[in-house]
């Protein structure tokens, strides 16, 4: 029998605080009733300074992020427009896989896993795109798989100085909410986020920001859509609800949330995830085990995925921390299985869950074979911890909102 809290050190579902647990336990409501309108209007207000954005209309999709990626493709394309996609990492690899599925021409740049989008490759071939076949470019701002944080006003500079005019989409699940996102300082035109990742919530709620071009784009959308029509979702939403049953227990929960991260403040968030990333990063560096991200410049304040040393499955990492700790650590998602194990830092945390998760994953690293320092790691992580100021880390200017 396990004891003690579960710890779960997963990027997403990440822990839901207990006030966002109670607020969905509610009696079922008329979704047509105006108590219902002022509820949706409250969460899609609360939203709109998460994504960075006034200008943005914002939908919430029953189902998850990935409902966020097809709605994104279909209702702003047609089959056969050319796409622009970096693949580095599982998430980046899945979307262009379903934009395939979904009958676009995809254009590829395969990049090594643990680097982030490859902005300058993506300003070559914007730039040699004469006649402007590529409809639009995909980022995914933090890829989860690798724990990579890439540079979304970077590809905006990349399409305005070709002169592109390519729709920019973004796929923020597991940064929206946790980082700095802005996207109308971005010049993202859609923008993607879930539920249960930087904003606490269970699964459930696939989160799309539209902005005016990816509106617009789709008068001439030719590509089928029927559960996932924006539109038909948006103008719901504008009279008050869902074009279906909508999930409002998800909306109750995710109106909590958002009230705890308005009464933290977004920067104060954001600076939370720094400083608790660099912690956890600091910890690992103690123990002499590798990131998968390339630098730490673009390391991510959400996830780290760690490699294992040489010999050391990290699935059995996994299994060890999950039997004897009760403790889940994310595991290596494609080609990474066995060779990284990952930690998830976002949402609703603070330093001592970071050091529990330090902790066990010296024990379990020990346990699998790996020799360790115990207690390197988290000794590492107080350090960073103790001290008041924010961590003098090195700059990294594209992952602040510069001032307006
Ligand atoms: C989790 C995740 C997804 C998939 O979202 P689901 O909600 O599981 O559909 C997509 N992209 C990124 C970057 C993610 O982290």
């Avoid at 979704?31 to 899609?44: D, G, I």
């Avoid at 056969?80 to 980046?92: E, P, Q």
């Avoid at 996102?181 to 993202?188: E, I, L, N, Q, Y």
Wanted: charged fraction near 15%; proline fraction near 5%; aromatic fraction near 6%.
């Amino acid at each position: 029998m396990q004891t003690g809290t579960a710890h779960l050190f997963i990027p997403g579902p990440t822990n839901i605080p207990a006030d966002v647990a109670r607020a969905m336990i509610v009696p079922m409501q008329d979704h047509r009733a105006p108590c219902f309108a002022r509820l949706l209007e409250e969460v899609r207000d609360g939203l709109r300074p998460v994504f960075g954005t006034s200008q943005a209309q914002i939908a919430l999709l029953p189902g998850s992020g990935t409902a966020g990626w097809e709605a994104a493709i279909t209702n702003t394309l047609s089959p056969g427009d050319k796409v622009l996609v970096a693949r580095h990492g599982h998430f980046s690899a899945l979307w262009a896989e379903m934009a395939m599925a979904l009958g676009l021409e995809v254009e590829i740049i395969d990049t090594a896993w643990g680097a982030p989008c490859p902005v300058i490759e993506i300003g070559r071939r914007l730039g040699r795109d004469r006649h402007g076949a590529i409809k639009a470019v995909f980022v995914t701002h933090n890829e989860t798989s690798t724990g990579v944080t890439s540079d979304v006003a970077a590809v905006r500079a990349a399409l305005d100085t070709s002169f592109h005019d390519a729709l920019l989409f973004v796929d923020g699940v597991s940064s929206i909410g946790s980082i700095p996102f802005a996207m109308d300082a971005w010049g993202v035109d859609l923008a993607v986020a879930g539920s249960q990742k930087g904003l606490m919530c269970p699964a459930g709620l696939g989160i799309v920001a539209a902005g005016p071009r990816a509106l617009a784009a789709m008068d001439g959308a030719g590509m089928v859509r029927s559960f996932l029509d924006l539109r038909a979702m948006l103008s719901a939403h504008e009279a008050g609800s869902f074009p279906f049953t909508p999930p409002s227990q998800l909306l109750h929960g995710l109106r909590a949330a958002l009230e705890r991260l308005h009464a933290e403040g977004l920067d104060t968030v954001h600076a939370r995830h720094n400083r608790l990333a660099s912690g956890i990063r600091a910890g690992v560096e103690a123990l002499g085990l590798r990131i998968m991200a390339g630098h730490r410049v673009f390391a991510s304040d959400t996830v780290t995925a760690i490699r294992t040393p040489q010999g050391i499955d990290a699935r059995a990492v996994i299994e060890i921390a999950r039997r004897r700790y009760n403790t889940q650590f994310g595991s290596g998602l494609g080609p990474l299985a066995g060779r990284v194990f990952r930690i998830g830092h976002l949402g609703d945390l603070n330093e001592g869950m970071c050091l529990a998760a330090l902790g066990v994953a010296e024990l379990s690293l020990r346990a699998a074979g790996a020799a360790v320092p115990l207690g390197a790691g988290v000794a590492a992580a107080q350090g960073v911890f103790a001290d008041p100021e924010p961590v003098a880390e090195l700059q990294r200017p594209f992952l602040t909102i510069a001032a307006e």
